[in-house]
């Protein structure tokens, strides 16, 4: 049997869980906590799924481009801004028509991520770290 790694500890999840820990008399904290909690979960239950995923969306673009930028000394690590990347295009190409207002913002993201992504692949390959300032 398997468990899940929750932050209060390992539970398993076909196990009915206690609402508090071991010992905890549930104090005026505890009743403050279970409050927040109760008010956070009814202003999420009252925002567009759109939303959110759209939130998540930029969340790992901004991911991408954390490991396309080159630190002074380093090189971008593409595998990872590749998964980054491939993960924008599985919720904006996965949820096509879905994200309303979203998607042509995260598309056009997308668009400008994948060829950010191609120009620092090719000046990685050609080890040429000024390619960008070529004129012509």
Do not use: C, K, Y
């Not at 076909?14 to 104090?27: C, H, L």
């Not at 904006?92 to 879905?98: A, D």
């Amino acid at each position: 049997m398997s468990t899940l790694w929750t932050p209060g500890g390992e539970n398993d999840p076909e196990e009915p869980q206690d609402t508090a820990p071991p010992g905890d008399a549930g104090g005026p904290d505890d009743e403050a906590a279970r409050e927040q909690l109760r008010a956070l979960r009814e202003q999420l239950s009252q925002t567009p799924v759109a939303d959110i995923v759209a939130n998540h969306a930029i969340g790992l673009w901004e991911l991408a481009l954390l490991h396309l930028s080159a630190e002074e000394g380093t090189a971008p690590d593409l595998e990872e801004a590749r998964l980054a990347i491939d993960g924008v295009a599985a919720l904006v190409e996965g949820l096509e028509g879905r994200l309303g207002r979203h998607q042509e913002p995260l598309r056009e993201a997308l668009a400008q991520l994948r060829l950010a992504f191609v120009e620092i692949s090719r000046r990685a390959e050609t080890g040429d770290a000024e390619a960008g300032d070529e004129s012509g």
